[in-house]
């Protein structure tokens, strides 16, 4: 997150050596990615650095991991990782309290809003950042129905790397939104896009994406066959039903609360999704969700026991 920021405080006055350093964050992330085999998505425990930089690395993560269920070639993948850090880059040249699209915004602040696009194409260009990370920070709000702005471009006109974006942005804002109190649980917010985004959305994007989450994405409170309490913190996308979960137990501290990999428990599965006011008030204190979620990676073979340390 630290770095995230570094880099976009560099865009407006060293638009170079942010180019380089963003560069070198994508490669870094992409090099662990591709070396990782089977990887999981896990939960970190607390969403640091601003919003702004919190959301760039969501949207990255999520964004390569996606790519690589593609088989996107390493070239693409550098791109899809810079353009997602930098998606939102042009909202430097926009006032604070226009930088998150809302919805009692007039007509012409909806049309200012929409301006981040060009003025990040434009950074783009002080930055002599690649082609199909360029494409990203300009295509990012378009839709594969052609409803997006700011040119109208339908899927198939759109790249690859701009499709996934397009989608995870969304996503990471219906759990992070700005005002907190509007935000979805993981599985809610991947239930309304799959309603809502299937004309928005690159299809079979959106089929790898709900795939690969699973159906309760980490940092979803839920609760078990069992009865009992847990929060979601890891999902290995070839295994998406059977996630890992820290379980509620009244018995024991939440240092010692019990690590749960549902794939070896063949009788316990989850029953339901609950937004966190939903759990009773000590699995709330105990499991503790955050009113942020953000995300990462690792190798699956990895996953031990300090899954959301």
């Known amino acids: ?3 995230c920021k570094t880099l976009t405080d560099l865009v407006p006055s060293k638009p170079k050596l942010a180019r380089e350093q963003s560069e070198a ?22 969403a640091a650095g601003d919003k702004a930089s919190a959301h760039a690395i969501n949207v990255t993560v999520i964004a390569l991991l996606l790519g690589k269920t593609f088989g996107l070639a390493e070239s693409d993948m550098l ?3 810079v353009g997602a850090l930098l998606h939102d880059v042009g909202k430097l040249d926009l006032p604070e309290r226009l930088r998150h699209r809302e919805d009692h915004f007039s007509q012409s602040e909806s049309l200012y809003y929409q301006e981040h696009v060009a003025h990040g194409s434009a950074h783009a260009q002080r930055m002599g950042l690649a082609e199909g990370a360029r494409w990203v920070i ?16 339908t ?11 397009a989608l995870v942005n969304r996503y990471d804002n219906l759990c992070n939104p700005n005002v907190p109190s509007r935000a979805l649980t993981p599985h809610e917010a991947l239930s309304l896009l799959f309603a809502q985004g299937k004309t928005k959305f690159d299809a079979t994007i959106m089929g790898a994406f709900v795939k690969m989450m699973g159906v309760y994405p980490p940092g979803s409170a839920v609760q078990l066959t069992d009865d ?5 913190v890891a999902v290995n996308a070839n295994r998406p039903l059977k996630p890992r ?16 990999d549902l794939e070896n428990e063949p009788k316990i599965g989850i029953r339901r999704s609950l937004k966190p006011l939903g759990l009773p008030r ?6 503790a969700p955050r009113p942020r979620v953000a995300y990462f990676f690792e190798p699956a073979h990895e996953l031990e026991t300090e899954t959301i340390g």
């Open 1 to 3: 997150n630290l770095a």
């Open 25 to 46: 964050l994508s490669r870094a992330l992409v090099d662990k990615m591709l070396g990782a085999g089977e990887t999981c998505i896990r939960l970190l425990s607390e």
């Open 79 to 81: 791109d899809l990782g």
């Open 138 to 153: 300009e295509q990012h709000h378009e839709h594969a129905d052609g409803s997006g702005f700011p040119r109208r471009l």
């Open 155 to 165: 899927s198939e006109r759109m790249s690859v790397a701009a499709r996934i974006v």
């Open 228 to 232: 009992r309490f847990a929060l979601v």
């Open 245 to 260: 979960v820290l379980v509620h137990d009244s018995v024991v501290t939440a240092a010692d609360a019990l690590l749960l």
């Open 282 to 287: 000590e699995a709330l204190e105990f499991l």
